[in-house]
């Protein structure tokens, strides 16, 4: 089941307006199981099952390696041209697979019993990690087919979608404060850390955020000015904070791990000047939720900002319908019109889309229905 097969709520009357008292990490969702296409598509081998986290769940670590050249500037490859994948007289590809070897002697596996356990980093997996980097390797801890609620677990291509993005547009990232929403297991955030200065990587849940600071811990290597010395040459910082859409304020709750300080709130305050958020729009009232923190967030920022949203556009059958249809990106085109089309005398948003022309970093389907949208906001 993909990601907009999920009952409708009520809905704000105004992007502005204040939500009931919920919590992103509180809303129900009945759905079945899900799991994204990267995992599905990703090689057995590239997965590694690692542990439980504290809700039970398997944790795998995968592998990506971020496709540039020896200067380091440019990608391997271009944009995948669909002309040129091969397919098989329906239209569906054709998949080359490896002929099965009935004699062929495989080693023995010795399964291993995963238990629940902390996040904690061993020397040996330290000194991995900096090997893993040499070789442009990001590596993720992420779960795979989870419930609706937890696909922040998992990792989507539109995070591959905004990732290629962000690092063939690197010099406009450099020396930045980039503050990231839904940041899930924290991949773009890694990603764009590695050009810009101060990351503030948001997301809501203890669990999935000691899961992104994790993630950050394994590629603490990737920060360093060796990445990108021709555009980077300072280390760069990655804060991993709790930030709740449908809450009206920052977490200040010192006794709580992922909470805000006051000096951190200014900071983002006063020098964001960017925006990310991959692949977070799949219910409505999370994505109003998110149009109202946008509005919030841009109308107390300092400088001018641009968000860049990066989107899926999943067709559906429906019953309601009884046709297909793809209602949370229809929702989300809604949103985006209402955002620009605003008069309140206090802010000018304006919207456009962001062609998907720019080379290809990461090995994923970059298919047509991902999109990336630009939004710039600006007091009036």
Same mark, same amino acid.
């Given at each position: 089941?993909?990601?907009?097969?999920?009952?409708?709520?009520?809905?704000? =009357?105004?992007?502005?307006? %204040?939500?009931?008292?919920?919590?992103?990490?509180?809303? $129900?969702?009945?759905?079945?199981?899900?799991?994204?296409?990267?995992?599905?598509?990703?090689?057995? *081998?590239?997965?590694?099952?690692?542990?439980?986290?504290? /809700?039970?769940?398997?944790?795998?670590?995968?592998?990506? +390696?971020?496709?540039?050249?020896?200067?380091?500037?440019?990608?391997? +490859?271009?944009?995948?041209?669909?002309?040129?994948?091969?397919?098989?007289?329906?239209?569906? &590809?054709?998949?080359?697979?490896?002929?099965?070897?009935?004699?062929?002697?495989?080693?023995?596996?010795?399964?291993?019993?995963?238990? #629940?356990? *902390?996040?904690?980093?061993?020397?040996?997996?330290?000194?991995?990690?900096?090997?893993?980097? =040499?070789?442009?390797?990001?590596?993720?801890?992420?779960?795979?087919?989870?419930?609706?609620?937890?696909?922040?677990?998992?990792?989507?291509?539109?995070?591959?979608?905004?990732?290629?993005?962000?690092?063939? #547009?690197?010099?406009?990232?450099?020396?930045?404060?980039?503050?990231?929403?839904?940041?899930?297991?924290?991949?773009?955030?890694?990603?764009?850390?590695? /050009?810009?200065? $101060?990351?503030?990587?948001?997301?809501?849940?203890?669990?999935?955020?000691?899961?992104?600071?994790?993630?950050?811990?394994?590629?603490?290597?990737?920060?360093?000015?060796?990445? !990108?010395?021709?555009?980077?040459?300072?280390?760069?910082?990655?804060?991993?904070? #709790?930030?709740?859409?449908?809450?009206?304020?920052? %977490?200040?709750?010192?006794?709580?791990? !992922?909470?805000?300080?006051? =000096?951190?709130?200014?900071?983002?305050?006063?020098?964001? $000047?960017?925006?990310?958020?991959?692949?977070?729009?799949?219910?409505?009232?999370?994505?109003?939720?998110?149009?109202?923190?946008?509005?919030?967030?841009?109308?107390?920022?300092?400088?001018?900002?641009?968000?860049?949203?990066?989107?899926?556009?999943? &067709?559906?059958?429906?019953?309601?319908?009884?046709? /297909?249809?793809?209602? *949370?990106?229809?929702?989300?085109?809604?949103?985006?019109?209402?955002?620009?089309?605003?008069?309140?005398?206090?802010?000018? !948003?304006?919207?456009?889309?962001?062609?998907?022309?720019?080379?290809?970093?990461? #090995?994923?389907?970059?298919?047509?229905?991902?999109?990336?949208?630009?939004?710039?906001?600006? +007091?009036?």
């Amino acid at each position: 089941m993909n990601m907009n097969e999920i009952a409708v709520f009520p809905r704000a =009357a105004s992007l502005i307006e %204040c939500h009931a008292d919920l919590a992103m990490d509180q809303v $129900t969702f009945r759905s079945d199981t899900v799991l994204s296409d990267v995992h599905l598509l990703l090689p057995n *081998a590239s997965h590694l099952m690692k542990r439980l986290n504290n /809700v039970g769940q398997p944790v795998f670590t995968s592998k990506f +390696r971020i496709l540039r050249d020896s200067s380091g500037e440019s990608p391997v +490859r271009e944009s995948t041209d669909e002309s040129s994948v091969p397919r098989d007289e329906d239209g569906d &590809l054709d998949v080359v697979r490896r002929p099965r070897c009935t004699s062929c002697n495989r080693d023995a596996v010795c399964p291993i019993i995963l238990s #629940q356990s *902390a996040a904690t980093l061993t020397d040996e997996e330290e000194d991995s990690e900096e090997e893993d980097g =040499a070789r442009d390797i990001i590596k993720i801890e992420h779960t795979m087919a989870t419930p609706l609620e937890d696909v922040g677990k998992q990792i989507w291509r539109g995070a591959f979608l905004l990732a290629d993005f962000i690092l063939a #547009q690197a010099s406009m990232f450099k020396g930045a404060t980039v503050l990231e929403l839904g940041a899930g297991t924290g991949l773009t955030s890694i990603v764009v850390a590695m /050009v810009a200065k $101060t990351v503030y990587c948001t997301d809501v849940g203890d669990d999935l955020l000691s899961m992104c600071q994790r993630n950050v811990t394994l590629n603490k290597q990737h920060f360093e000015p060796q990445d !990108f010395p021709s555009i980077h040459p300072t280390e760069s910082e990655i804060r991993v904070r #709790q930030l709740d859409w449908m809450a009206d304020d920052f %977490c200040t709750d010192a006794d709580l791990e !992922f909470c805000w300080t006051d =000096a951190e709130i200014a900071d983002l305050h006063d020098n964001t $000047t960017f925006v990310i958020a991959a692949d977070v729009c799949y219910d409505d009232d999370l994505t109003d939720a998110l149009f109202r923190t946008l509005y919030r967030l841009a109308s107390n920022m300092r400088h001018p900002s641009t968000t860049y949203i990066s989107i899926e556009k999943r &067709l559906n059958f429906t019953l309601r319908n009884m046709d /297909v249809s793809c209602e *949370a990106y229809d929702h989300f085109c809604h949103c985006l019109d209402q955002l620009q089309q605003m008069t309140d005398g206090k802010m000018n !948003f304006t919207v456009e889309p962001v062609k998907s022309s720019f080379p290809q970093f990461f #090995q994923y389907e970059r298919v047509e229905q991902l999109e990336l949208w630009k939004v710039t906001a600006e +007091r009036l």
